[in-house]
């Protein structure tokens, strides 16, 4: 029997970039899975969490938990997201043990989308083509709290035409950290200007990564500038469809 997926489309996908949503869709799909949407879903709570806001962010969590419970798995198309729930919804509710009981159930169930691909669906190659020279930007919470690393470059490599050059200090944050870049917008800056330069002496076609705050802010930065290098989720490269425009790019009238 197929495994029954909730699909955890994440705010940022849901309000800038769909495409992201429909290439894990498709993605989860060919890898055998029956890919479930919950319309209740809403924030993963993270912005509140990294506030301080623990009260807001129970309240988030509850109906996270309440949305996806019952499925064989959520897969978020995001590190950060997919971390806050395995990682740290438990601990929210670590004074109320049936509540901590129902997140657990659900965190243990949680995964990044390329990592679940691999990791547990088995997923070894993709039948997508891509004739571009990319980079790839390792996202802090899914390379330090999810461990995923080797996955999308197993997978990317194995796309048709495509060629990887890593880029120095691909494990380095980006600056974004959510609510980090507004708080303390001048060190955030020079952590992009950093990791911009990076990406540029690749002279890579593409900037990839999994997390889509990641590439706003790298996308972002590399417009401003003036570079050639365009920036998308790793996913959309993976499920062959780069029909939408680059992040930062403007949909053609």
């Known amino acids: 029997m197929a495994p029954r997926v909730g699909l955890f489309v994440t705010c940022l996908v849901d309000l ?8 894990a869709l498709k993605l989860l799909e060919a890898a055998g899975c029956t ?87 088995g997923v070894t190659s993709v039948p997508a083509h891509c004739a571009k020279k990319i980079t790839y930007h390792d996202s802090c919470s899914g390379l330090r709290e999810l461990g995923v690393k080797a996955q999308p470059r197993a997978l990317l490599n194995t796309v048709d035409g495509l060629s990887i050059t890593e880029m120095e200090d691909a494990e380095t944050c980006c600056g974004f950290g959510g609510t980090f870049c507004i708080k303390y917008p001048d060190i955030s800056d020079r952590m992009v200007t950093n990791k911009t330069d990076n990406i540029d002496k690749t002279g890579a076609d593409l900037l990839l990564a999994g997390d889509l705050g990641c590439l706003l802010n790298m996308a972002g930065k590399l417009k401003r500038r003036g570079s050639r290098i365009e920036a998308r989720h790793v996913a959309e490269v993976l499920a062959g469809d780069l029909s939408a425009p680059a992040i930062g790019e403007a949909e053609p009238r």
Not at 16 to 23: D, E, I, K, L, Q
Not at 48 to 74: C, M, P, W
């Open 16 to 23: 800038y970039r769909p495409s992201v949503g429909f290439a």
């Open 35 to 121: 890919v479930v949407v919950p319309a209740e879903q809403t924030c993963c709570g993270q912005p509140a969490y990294n506030s301080g806001e623990r009260a807001t962010t129970k309240q988030i969590a509850h109906q996270v938990i309440e949305a996806f419970d019952g499925l064989d798995y959520v897969v978020a198309p995001s590190g950060s997201c997919a971390g806050m729930i395995r990682n740290h919804y438990p601990e929210l509710f670590a004074d109320d043990p049936a509540a901590k009981l129902a997140a657990e159930r659900v965190a243990h169930r949680t995964y990044e989308l390329i990592s679940f691909l691999t990791d547990v669906m």
